[in-house]
């Protein structure tokens, strides 16, 4: 909770500090595929993107995948959020290709899981369509940011 807030006040070595800190103890107490650690590693990997450190970051997004493929049933709302993570991270660094790829993993995967009105929906269209306007894709972009308001 600490670390969340100080993330969120922009105190990202603190926010940082206190997730290791976390993590330290999930470690000790629960198996290495357990979700819990990778909710830690999703948070941690929330403080290095907001810090810029893109691969810090991408590193503890896909630790925090890896135990979500294993754990959780393919179409769990937690992996759809794991992907997308990874995916701003990619738009982040301009490698729109992987982002796309990476949204839209999260985005089939809201499509079965969510109602056709859930806002979860909505973010994953308006995401892609980032990336398009991003690629200079108007067309696409348009398309989908129309998906996003319906």
């Not at 294993?70 to 992987?98: C, E, R």
């Not at 995967?109 to 892609?128: C, D, F, Q, V, W």
Request: hydrophobic content about 30%.
């Amino acid at each position: 909770m600490l670390g969340w807030v100080k993330n969120d006040q922009g105190q990202y070595k603190e926010a940082a500090s206190f997730y290791e800190k976390s993590l330290e103890i999930y470690r000790k107490t629960l198996p290495e595929d357990h979700p819990s650690l990778a909710n830690t590693y999703n948070n941690i990997g929330r403080v290095y993107k907001n810090m810029g450190d893109y691969s810090r970051s991408l590193e503890f997004y896909e630790k925090a995948l890896k135990i979500y493929e294993k754990a959780l049933p393919p179409n769990h709302p937690s992996l759809a959020t794991s992907y997308n993570n990874i995916g701003q991270v990619y738009n982040n660094m301009a490698d729109y290709s992987k982002a796309l790829e990476f949204y839209e993993k999260a985005h089939k995967i809201r499509e079965k899981a969510l109602p056709p009105n859930h806002p979860g929906l909505a973010t994953s269209y308006s995401n892609i369509a980032s990336v398009y306007c991003d690629m200079g894709d108007y067309s696409k972009a348009l398309e989908f940011y129309e998906k996003s308001h319906k």
